[in-house]
């Protein structure tokens, strides 16, 4: 099993940029596609991105998409989503996970404490 902490987050103006963290451990951490999720308050969790496990192929939710960008470094164990041209509504609680793929779904139901983004305007 993988556990997951995500940090970096913090309070930032319309149009500014941050950079999520998440670390990993757990030996099989290379042989999972990662993920991360946001819930805004009052709101489901939802998909943000998603990275296959070589790190190769990676997709976006279409409120993101061309401001966020997700890496990883498998070798730190690390995951990162890069966060420019922010607004108010990317505030919320962000999340990393193991996810399946193909469904970009969390795959084992577990979700780490996540880390809280606010963006003023």
């Known amino acids: 099993q993988v556990q997951l902490v995500e940090s970096g987050g913090g309070l930032v103006q319309a149009g500014g940029s941050l950079r999520l963290s998440c670390a990993a451990s757990g030996r099989t951490f290379s042989k999972y596609a990662m993920g991360w999720f946001r819930q805004a308050p009052g709101k489901e969790r939802e998909f943000v991105a998603a990275i296959s496990w070589t790190g190769g192929e990676s997709y976006y939710a279409d409120s993101v998409k061309g401001r966020f960008t997700i890496s990883r470094d498998n070798a730190k164990k690390m995951v990162y989503l890069q966060m420019n041209s922010l607004k108010p509504e990317d505030t919320a609680v962000y999340y990393c996970?193991?996810?399946?793929?193909?469904?970009?779904?969390?795959?084992?139901?577990?979700w780490g404490q996540g880390t809280q983004v606010t963006v003023s305007s």
């Open positions: 996970a193991v996810i399946d793929y193909e469904l970009g779904r969390n795959i084992d139901g577990s």
